[in-house]
């Protein structure tokens, strides 16, 4: 079982390019989510999905779009990349049980990734 | 702004002695989830508590949903060095987006042989 697969492990940037950090999920979960993590923030929510066509804003959305064409995939893009977006990105996926608000979200290996 | 607070960052114990980490919304949360993460890993859920006074163990772990669902913590009892890790609580806000996680900042565990 793949779970969920990001891709690539590690990045390194030169400050101004763009790129697109994937992910894809193999369990048919309606939610995905992209995080950042840093040192001493916590995982904050950049970007989530509630099923396929649809995405909405997390908590730090500026600099980052989001598409869900496919139920699998969701690819975080980072138009013009600046050194304040080094991080480490992790995309979640979940579903939602029926009597419950959510489920456990499972999450990636990571990305991460360095802006010069 | 961060909906969760957890409390401590960090938290340095001896091998046998117990940890406790907190976690606390301003809002009431329909459940809470918590999640354990190895240094270089990813978060790993542990459990879900959904109930108000709600109380689950995992072995050395209780964890606690308060009466208000507006805290929760987590007690490991009798830590082992393979406790080491952060320890994050998440949770949604009552009405907000399906799917829609906040997670508290962490508590960094650190425990000595």
């Known amino acids: 079982n793949a779970g969920v697969t990001q891709t690539p492990k590690f990045q390194v940037l030169k400050t101004g390019q763009s790129m697109t950090l994937q992910c894809a999920q193999d369990?048919?979960?309606?939610?995905m989510s992209w995080y950042r993590q840093d040192p001493g923030m916590g995982l904050r929510l950049i970007h989530y999905s509630v099923g396929a066509g649809i995405t909405d804003q997390g908590e730090v959305p500026n600099g980052y779009n989001v598409s869900r064409s496919t139920t699998e995939d969701f690819p975080l893009r980072l138009l013009s990349a600046a050194p304040s977006q080094t991080s480490v990105y992790f995309c979640?996926?979940?579903?939602?049980?029926?009597?419950?608000?959510?489920?456990?979200?499972?999450f990636g290996q990571g990305t991460r990734l360095t802006v010069v | 702004g961060q909906q969760v607070m957890q409390i401590p960052q960090y938290q340095h114990v001896q091998e046998g002695e117990d940890f406790t980490t907190y976690c606390n919304s301003s809002t009431t949360l329909s459940n809470i989830q918590w999640y354990k993460q190895r240094p270089g890993g990813h978060p790993v859920f542990l459990i879900q508590?959904?109930?108000?006074?709600e109380v689950k163990k995992q072995k050395r772990l209780t964890f606690q949903f308060g009466e208000a669902k507006k805290n929760s913590s987590l007690h490991i009892t009798a830590t082992q060095t393979t406790d080491v890790g952060t320890y994050f609580c998440a949770g949604p806000r009552r009405g907000s987006t399906l799917g829609r996680l906040y997670f508290g900042r962490g508590t960094q565990l650190t425990v000595w042989p």
């Open positions: 979640a996926s979940s579903y939602a049980d029926r009597g419950l608000l959510n489920t456990e979200a499972f």
């Open positions: 369990m048919n979960h309606e939610y």
């Open positions: 508590l959904v109930k108000s006074g």
